[in-house]
């Protein structure tokens, strides 16, 4: 049985022969025939079970075994020139099926790769530039002339994790040879066998493979499947297709300091002209987006470059608002590196500024031409920045899909999971992303993204006015519960559905408001003066029939509002 994949894989160290070119039946006749014109009996096949082994070695065990001694160096060198000769003798070498999508998948999942191979065999080395492309990058390899002790020693693949600049426990090891399996077990690197020999699965299971395939496709297909991709590989494929004239990177002090670690190997952020602004709502004005458009003149940016925000709801605003304005707009791409900017501000194409003490007072209708999600990047948030978002998930799912809030009430299985995180945190942004397609402006459709909103709002200035600031997902949790009471008034929405999420999402893991029946006045009239209202001081809200069926554009009596407020006082105790 197949071990887990573990966390925390930085690089893939990869055999040649077997692995990545179809060649072990050329080598396995070509060592045949060589120990056959020196007298030596030999099966073809047991050539298999000495791969990964270097030619010295091969040779003198197969010599110590039938003649009882070993060869001299030089004997030894000049046999395996003749092997080496017969092997180039009997053609090209084709690819292993499946091997190229194996290394993409590698590739897009962020993983360094490294080939360490017991062979010095120059017509295959010299073969992997042409047939393999961009997958290993100079330097990285590992050959039988660059160790002393060959496999199954651990010296290929201790070395090989050392060139890619990781430990052996963030290595795999992918192997077709039981000896193969043994060094990258020896090393303690996680080591996986791909049976693409006659050698059966049993002797890779005796040597201890973690994992176990019975082809490279199949392999390639799990990789596939359960390897997510890089953000850092993303952006550099989304970079190579837009081929922008040139590139410009908007960031924060913070993410540069954090997050930008992880694009160290991204070529698009290497050839980037980079702009670093300082975190905080302060900075969200003309002067930052002044910066940005000085450096979009410094490299004499056209209408066909790039601007690239890496960064939180912040960064993707005000980035993409140079964008929209530069040159009448050039292209953007968006990598949020918190949650409520992925499912929030880095999509819908809401941009924006702050202007005399008001948020996004300026702003522009900007859709990037991609945005990357990634749970990745989240790892350096704190708890409390990750329940922030998590409200704005909830709110997708209670207006666009009931799956999904059910799955999203598992509030701690899922965050836990960054897997099954960044699956939702994908629902969440097709299904902004389908509201956005359909009404780009707001103006019918794209309302029901205000569920939470209208009394969130509200709550969220209470707090700043009392100097105890509730974050914006915070406030929009209560301000969802609010307005599901509202839906249950006005719109029959199940009241079961409302203590549910009460108990199991709201009060275990949002901070409490404190609302008193003295400030249900003030709450009241910071709803009449939200900006998203039609008619001045009557409160516009989207509301519930049930999870999943929103209704826009209601507009409840002031005395419906007071009333729900009080419920909501009650529930929360």
């Known amino acids: ?63 110590e075994r039938e003649l009882g001694h070993s060869v001299s160096k030089e004997e030894a060198e000049r046999l395996y020139a003749r092997k080496a000769e017969l092997f180039v003798a009997a053609g090209k070498k084709l690819p292993m099926k499946g091997a190229d999508r194996m290394l993409r998948a590698l590739r897009r999942g962020g993983l360094s790769r490294v080939l360490v191979t017991g062979s010095a065999q120059t017509s295959l080395l010299d073969s992997l530039r042409q047939d393999y492309p961009g997958a290993f990058l100079p330097g990285m390899r590992v050959t039988a002339l660059d160790v002393t002790n060959g496999k199954p020693d651990p010296e290929p693949y201790l070395k090989g994790a050392d060139i890619a600049g990781v430990t052996p426990r963030e290595a795999i090891v992918v192997e077709n040879a039981p000896l193969g399996v043994r060094a990258g077990k020896a090393s303690g690197a996680f080591t996986i066998a791909v049976t693409t020999g006659p050698i059966p699965r049993e002797e890779f299971e005796k040597e201890g493979a973690d994992m176990i395939f019975g082809s490279m496709d199949e392999f390639a297909d799990w990789l596939e499947a359960n390897l997510p991709p890089h953000p850092a590989a993303l952006l550099d494929e989304i970079v190579e297709n837009l081929n922008p004239a040139t590139v410009t990177l908007v960031t924060d002090e913070n993410v540069e300091r954090d997050v930008l670690p992880l694009f160290a190997n991204s070529s698009a952020v290497a050839r980037a002209n980079k702009v670093v602004i300082p975190p905080g709502e302060d900075h969200k004005n003309l002067e930052s987006v002044t910066e940005i458009w000085n450096a979009l003149e410094a490299t004499e940016a056209t209408r066909k470059s790039l601007v690239v925000n890496i960064g939180g709801g912040l960064i993707t605003d005000i980035g993409g608002f140079a964008g929209a304005t530069f040159k009448r707009g050039i292209r953007v791409v968006n990598v949020p590196t918190t949650l409520l900017g992925a499912v929030d501000a880095a999509t819908g194409g809401k941009t924006g500024i702050n202007f005399n003490g008001l948020k996004n007072e300026i702003g522009a209708f900007h859709i990037p031409v991609e945005v990357i999600i990634s749970a990745l990047p989240l790892a350096t948030l704190s708890r409390r920045e990750l329940l922030s978002g998590y409200a ?109 999420y009460a108990s199991e999402v709201l009060k275990p893991f949002y901070p409490r408001t404190g609302v008193s029946c003295d400030d249900i006045p003030l709450l009241i009239s910071l709803m009449a003066h939200d900006k998203k209202n039609a008619v001045a001081g009557c409160p516009n809200f989207t509301l519930l029939e049930a999870p999943g069926k929103p209704i826009i554009d209601c507009l409840p009596e002031i005395k419906d509002i007071e009333a729900a407020l009080e419920i909501y006082r009650d529930i929360m105790g």
């Open 392 to 500: 704005e998930m909830i709110k997708t799912g209670l207006i666009a899909d009931a799956s999904l809030y059910l799955n999203l009430l598992n509030v701690e299985e899922t965050l836990d999971d960054s897997r099954s995180l960044e699956n939702c945190m994908k629902r969440c942004v097709e299904i902004k992303e389908n509201v956005v397609a359909q009404d780009p402006t707001e103006k019918g459709l794209r309302k029901i993204l205000n569920f939470g909103h209208t009394a969130g709002h509200a709550f969220e200035s209470l707090a700043i006015e009392r100097h105890q600031p509730l974050a914006h997902g915070e406030a929009v949790a209560h301000g969802m519960l609010v307005e599901l009471i509202l839906s249950h008034m006005l719109k029959g929405f199940p009241s079961e559905e409302i203590h549910r």
């Open 1 to 63: 049985m197949n071990r887990p994949f573990p966390k925390g894989i930085r690089a893939a160290l990869i055999d040649m022969d077997g692995v990545l070119y179809d060649s072990m039946p050329y080598h396995a006749r070509a060592w045949h025939q060589m120990m056959s014109e020196q007298g030596v009996q030999t099966d073809p096949d047991e050539f298999y079970l000495y791969e990964g082994m270097t030619g010295v070695a091969t040779i003198n065990l197969i010599f």
